[in-house]
């Protein structure tokens, strides 16, 4: 398995979460990370990503109230999320980034884990 995501749930508004993904040790040390979400009826966008050196960017909707951080002795990447808002109700994936290709496969994707907000 290359991502297994983990922590998602159903949370109030103005609320907190923190996402976590296990990443196969021989993706995560070397490729630079991000989280996905899909919500309802969209494509699926790279809201937070982290390259190796430990810059990170985000997409201006969560920029303030998300983090992305990761532990290379876990292989593990997390996503705090705080401030929750309704249009942050998605489906959170991880990935490399730029998404992983494989020839024999395409792109790989992990279960993801349903972030619902609301009241």
């Known amino acids: 398995v290359e991502f297994a995501e983990s922590g998602g749930g159903l949370v109030q508004p103005g609320g907190s979460l923190r996402l976590s993904c296990a990443v196969h040790?021989?993706?995560?040390?070397?490729?630079?990370m991000g989280w996905y979400r899909r919500s309802p009826g969209a494509l699926r966008e790279l809201v937070a990503s982290?390259?190796?050196?430990?810059?990170?960017s985000y997409v201006d909707d969560v920029k303030g109230r998300f983090t992305i951080s990761r532990d290379s002795a876990k292989n593990t990447l997390y996503l705090q999320m705080n401030n929750l808002k309704p249009e942050d109700t998605a489906v959170y994936y991880c990935n490399a980034d730029p998404v992983l290709y494989f020839p024999d496969r395409g792109n790989v994707w992990g279960q993801g884990t349903q972030v619902t907000v609301s009241s």
């Open positions: 040790e021989s993706i995560f040390s070397i490729y630079n």
């Open positions: 982290m390259h190796k050196s430990g810059y990170t």
